[in-house]
C-alpha cells in the first residue's frame, strides 16, 4: 500500500516536471525563433512581396469579422453602462465610460482573440502541412532561406495586422457605443463624443491600447510560427499544431495583458 502510494506520488511529481520542462522548451524554442526573424533585418533579408501578400490576406480579408466586433463591443459597453447612467442621470460621462473601457482593453483584446483564431490557426496549419510535406526542405535544397522567405514575413504581417486592426476597431467600437448609446438612452452622439475629449480620457489611455495590441501580435505570430515548423506526424500533427496555437495565444495573449497593465498602469 505504501509503495502504491510513493509510487503515485512520484508519478505526480514526474508529471509536474515534465510540465515545467515542456512550457520551458517552448519558451527557449520561441526565444530562439524570434532572435532568428530579427537577424534578418540586419541586414534586410525579407521577402517583400511575401510580406504584402500575407498582409493583405491576414488585414483586408480580416476587416469584416473585424467591423462586426468592433461594432458589438461598443454596443455592449453602453448596455452594460446603462444602469448607471440611468440611476444618476450621468449622460454626459457616457463617453468617457464607455471609451476608457473599450480604448484601453475590450478592442485590443477581442481584436487579439478574434485574429489568433482566424490567422494564427491559418499560418500554423499553412506552415505546418509545408513542414510534413517537407516543402521547407526543399527551399533549404534550393538555397532559400525559411525564415527570411516564409517566417519572417508572416511574423511582421501578424504584428502589424494586429496594430492597424486594433487602430480601426477603437474607432469602430466608439462609433457603435456612440449610436447606441442614442437608440437604448436618448444620448445625443454629440454629447458622447463630448465626454470622450472632454480631458477626462487622454492620449496615454489610447496609446495603452495600442501598445498592448503589438504585444499581443507578438505572441500570436511567434505561437503560430513556433508549433508550425515543429509540426510532425503527418495530417494529424497539424491539428495538434494548430490546436496548441489558440491555446497558446490565448493563454499568452490574457497573461501579456495583465502584466502590461500593470507595467504601463
Not at 505504501?2 to 520561441?30: C, P, R, W, Y
Not at 448596455?79 to 468617457?96: F, H, N, P, S
Not at 473599450?102 to 481584436?111: N, Q, S
Request: with cysteine; aromatic share 10%; proline share 3%.
Amino acid at each position: 500500500m505504501a509503495s502504491a502510494e510513493a509510487e503515485e506520488s512520484t508519478s505526480f511529481v514526474a508529471s509536474i516536471g515534465a510540465g515545467f520542462l515542456g512550457a520551458a522548451a517552448t519558451a527557449g524554442g520561441m526565444t530562439i525563433l524570434l532572435v532568428r526573424i530579427l537577424s534578418r533585418l540586419f541586414p534586410p533579408r525579407i521577402d517583400i512581396q511575401e510580406t504584402w501578400k500575407n498582409l493583405y490576406k491576414m488585414a483586408v480579408k480580416s476587416l469584416p469579422i473585424v467591423v462586426v466586433t468592433a461594432l458589438f463591443t461598443g454596443a455592449i459597453m453602453v448596455i452594460q453602462a446603462a444602469t448607471i447612467v440611468k440611476r444618476y442621470g450621468a449622460e454626459a460621462l457616457l463617453g468617457w465610460g464607455a471609451g476608457f473601457g473599450t480604448l484601453r482593453e475590450i478592442a485590443p483584446l477581442l481584436t487579439a482573440l478574434m485574429l489568433s483564431g482566424r490567422i494564427g490557426a491559418n499560418n500554423t496549419a499553412e506552415l505546418g502541412t509545408m513542414v510534413v510535406t517537407e516543402q521547407l526542405d526543399a527551399m533549404r535544397v534550393l538555397a532559400i532561406d525559411p525564415i527570411g522567405f516564409l517566417i519572417a514575413p508572416r511574423f511582421f504581417s501578424i504584428v502589424i495586422t494586429l496594430f492597424l486592426l486594433t487602430l480601426f476597431a477603437d474607432g469602430l467600437a466608439l462609433f457603435g457605443a456612440a449610436y447606441t448609446g442614442q437608440g437604448l438612452l436618448g444620448v445625443d452622439p454629440q454629447t458622447f463624443y463630448n465626454g470622450l475629449t472632454a480631458g477626462l480620457l487622454h492620449f496615454g489611455d489610447v496609446a495603452n491600447g495600442l501598445i498592448k495590441s503589438v504585444v499581443f501580435g507578438i505572441v500570436i505570430a511567434l505561437s503560430s510560427c513556433y508549433f508550425g515548423l515543429s509540426t510532425t506526424g503527418g495530417a494529424p500533427g497539424v491539428g495538434r499544431s494548430v490546436n496548441a496555437t489558440v491555446v497558446a495565444s490565448a493563454a499568452g495573449v490574457f497573461v501579456l495583458d495583465y502584466l502590461t497593465s500593470f507595467v504601463l498602469g
